[in-house]
């Protein structure tokens, strides 16, 4: 079991950039296929981003990609989500979630169903 905490969530205006971030405790962090989500007020929580065990492989919902870029540093147990050109439809809680899966390091997953081990979140508030 891993314990994540996820930082950087901040208010900021339509146009910029925001980082988030998720440090990972626990065994073997290449063992976990990673992954951001988020939750809007009033609505489901939805896939944004995965990356794989070993980093190789991403996955991104259609909302963002070509403008958020997910990433880890196996070495240090952080997980990242670089957002550029932020919307004010962006604007929702963020979670970052494990799913683990010592046996599939090049492989993703979407599927919220899928991810074991969750972080509490962070906001992030877009103003237009």
């Not at 980082?19 to 976990?32: A, E, I």
Request: glycine content about 10%.
């Amino acid at each position: 079991q891993v314990q994540l905490v996820e930082s950087g969530g901040d208010l900021v205006q339509a146009g910029e950039s925001l980082t988030l971030s998720c440090v990972v405790s626990g065994p073997t962090f290449s063992d976990y296929i990673m992954g951001w989500f988020r939750q809007a007020p009033g609505k489901e929580r939805k896939f944004v981003a995965s990356i794989s065990g070993i980093g190789g492989r991403t996955d991104y919902a259609d909302s963002v990609k070509g403008r958020f870029t997910i990433s880890r540093d196996n070495a240090a147990n952080v997980l990242y989500l670089q957002m550029a050109s932020l919307k004010p439809e962006d604007t929702a809680v963020y979670y970052c979630a494990a799913d683990h899966k010592p046996f599939s390091r090049t492989f993703t997953t979407t599927r919220l169903d899928e991810y074991e081990s969750w972080g509490q979140g962070t906001q992030v508030t877009v103003s237009s």
